[in-house]
C-alpha cells in the first residue's frame, strides 16, 4: 500500500493520526477530541479534527479491512430502526459468529430490495462464501435469499438464535446518542463504515480472554493501526 500522504496540512502527521484514531476509538465528540489535544498542548479546533475525519478516516478503514483475515463463513444479519434528519430509516447491518462487522447499509425501507441490497454487497465483497445465513423473523430475509438462490442457507429465528449481531448494535447506538442521532445519510453511512473497520480492528472481547492475551491482541491491533496510517 502506498503511504497516506499528509501534504499541505499545517499540523504533523503523528497529530492528525492520534486526532482520528481517539474520535473513531472512543465515543468522543469533536469537541471531546479538541480538549484532550489541548490538554497534550495542540491548538487544533474541533471544525479541523472534522475535516481530518472525514478526509483521512475512510482511507484508514479501508486499509484497515485490506489486512484483516477472512472472517467467519457463519453470518448473522439484522436490521435497527435510525432517525436521520427527523426521518425513520434503517441501518442493515451483517457480523459473523465472532462478532466482526461485515457490512452494513443504511436504508430508508425495510424489505426485500433493502435485504437484496446487503446481501449483494456482502457475497461481492466478502473472500469467504457463506456455511449459514442466521436473521431474525423478517420474511424479507427469506425472499431475498431466494432471488439468490441461497435458501438452504438461511436460519430464521428469534432474538435470542439471533443475539450476536444483536449485541454488535451497543456500540452503534451509544455513538448515535453521543452525536444526538446522525444528521444525513451519507455522513451516516461514511462514518459508520469507518468505524466499523476501527471497532473490528481494536475490538477484544475482553471479558473471554486472560490478561496476557489481552496485552497480544492490543499490541497487534496497534501493529496494525500502524501499519494502516504509515
Known amino acids: 500500500m502506498k503511504p497516506i500522504s499528509f501534504k499541505r496540512h ?14 473513531f ?43 484483516r483475515g477472512a472472517p467467519s463463513p457463519r453470518w448473522r444479519l439484522d436490521e435497527m430502526v435510525c432517525w436521520i434528519g427527523g426521518k425513520r430509516m434503517y441501518l442493515w447491518r451483517a457480523v459473523d459468529d465472532e462478532g466482526e462487522v461485515l457490512d452494513l447499509v443504511v436504508q430508508r425501507r425495510r424489505d426485500t430490495e433493502a435485504a437484496l441490497r446487503l446481501l449483494r454487497r456482502l457475497l461481492h465483497n466478502q473472500p469467504v462464501e457463506p456455511e ?27 432474538l435470542r438464535k ?9 456500540p452503534i447506538r451509544r455513538r448515535e446518542r453521543q452525536q444526538q442521532r446522525f444528521k444525513f445519510q451519507a455522513s451516516a453511512q461514511r462514518f459508520l463504515t469507518s468505524h466499523a473497520a476501527i471497532y473490528n480492528t481494536f475490538n477484544t472481547q475482553r ?24
Not at 504533523?12 to 493520526?17: E, G, L, N, S, T
Not at 479538541?34 to 478526509?55: F, N, P, Q
Not at 439471533?162 to 451497543?170: K, P
Not at 486472560?210 to 496485552?215: A, D, F, G, K
Open 10 to 23: 499545517r499540523f504533523p502527521a503523528d497529530v492528525i493520526r492520534h486526532a482520528v484514531w481517539l474520535y
Open 25 to 67: 476509538r472512543f465515543s468522543f465528540s469533536f469537541r471531546d477530541v479538541e480538549e484532550l489535544m489541548a490538554a497534550r498542548g495542540v491548538d487544533v479546533s474541533y471544525e479541523t479534527i472534522r475535516c481530518w475525519t472525514i478526509k483521512f478516516g475512510p482511507l484508514i478503514a479501508r486499509r484497515l479491512k485490506k489486512r
Open 132 to 158: 449459514t445465513i442466521t436473521t431474525d423473523g423478517l420474511l424479507s430475509y427469506g425472499a431475498a435469499l431466494d432471488r439468490l438462490d441461497l435458501r438452504h442457507l438461511h436460519r430464521p429465528g428469534r
Open 162 to 170: 439471533n443475539n450476536r449481531v444483536e449485541n454488535s448494535h451497543l
Open 207 to 230: 471479558h473471554l480472554i486472560s490478561r496476557p492475551i489481552l496485552r497480544r491482541f492490543r499490541a497487534e491491533a496497534a501493529t496494525a493501526w500502524a501499519a494502516a496510517v504509515a
